[in-house]
């Protein structure tokens, strides 16, 4: 078995429950034998928010680990089931399904969190080498490349920095540069990131402007000077600055733990190298093979 606990965290017991018969066949016994059961493995995947951010009363509250069981033929129909993923829905379902503590939902998951078990996931299923189609930024040739997650490391970000105070409840106080006035934000969710995707898949339908930003930064702005009023925070969106926007947008990915996917890659064709964010693609958990 892949020994990861020196990348992305992952904690295995010595050796993983063997699926192995829970029953024994005697020849000799002349009473029929009882059905074949078996046992799916588990691992321990180490969580980039060390649990510190969520509340009291969630059973990841100061949790460093979480158990999740191995992907099974069971957890693939979920993958490849049309009418979950005509919704959107296909990943969390099968999220929600391996892990194996009932109590935690995938939609109250901090995003990195989420992302640190669907690597894992990943690996455990269909092993570490992910092989997709990666479309060189200098040169434009598209290509076949395979990037080793099992090389993902955890970011655990910082509480307090020279731009950010942590107030709890996964918030942080950041002062704007540009307009001098303070914005509390927060760490998203699964079901942030889920509703963000929503939002964009509907602008695309209906031929609307696209508003990525502004709808991200609706997401994640808590409160302007104090004030949490709909009102003042959609006021400070329309009018903000392009570099206090951004400077937002840095230090809200600063504070957020996460899976740090980023890897070296070379260009077969023009032969440019340098560090690429891993894709997610169709081919993370529909593999060709």
């Not at 990861?4 to 992952?10: F, P, S, W």
């Not at 009932?102 to 092993?127: E, M, P, T, W």
Request: glycine share 4%; charged share 25%; aromatic share 8%.
């Amino acid at each position: 078995m892949r020994n990861n606990e020196d990348r992305l965290g992952v904690a295995h017991p010595s050796e993983p429950p063997p699926m192995i018969p829970t029953t024994e066949n005697n020849p000799s016994d002349p009473a029929p034998s009882a059905p074949l059961q078996f046992v799916t493995p588990t691992e321990f995947v180490e969580l980039p928010t060390k649990g510190r951010y969520y509340p009291k009363e969630h059973p990841l509250h100061n949790e460093e680990i979480i158990e999740i069981r191995y992907m099974t033929a069971k957890d693939e129909d979920i993958l490849t089931s049309r009418a979950l993923l005509k919704k959107g829905l296909a990943i969390d379902r099968f999220l929600q399904n391996v892990i194996v503590n009932k109590q935690v939902r995938v939609d109250d998951l901090y995003v990195g969190d989420k992302n640190a078990i669907v690597v894992a996931s990943r690996i455990n299923g269909y092993g570490r080498e992910y092989a997709t189609r990666v479309t060189c930024p200098v040169c434009a040739s598209a290509g076949d490349y395979t990037f080793d997650l099992g090389e993902a490391k955890v970011n655990y970000a910082e509480e307090e920095g020279s731009k950010h105070e942590y107030i709890g409840s996964g918030q942080f106080v950041v002062t704007l540069p540009k307009l001098n006035v303070t914005v509390t934000i927060r760490l998203l969710t699964g079901a942030d990131e889920r509703k963000l995707l929503q939002i964009q898949e509907r602008v695309r339908k209906k031929n609307l402007p696209e508003a990525t930003l502004t709808t991200q930064l609706r997401m994640f702005i808590v409160a302007v000077n104090g004030d949490s009023d709909y009102q003042t925070i959609n006021s400070l969106i329309q009018n903000l600055p392009a570099s206090d926007s951004r400077y937002l947008r840095d230090v809200l990915q600063s504070v957020s733990p996460n899976v740090d996917l980023t890897q070296w890659y070379e260009c077969q064709i023009c032969g440019n190298e340098e560090e690429m964010e891993v894709p997610f693609t169709t081919d993370f958990f529909w593999p060709k093979r």
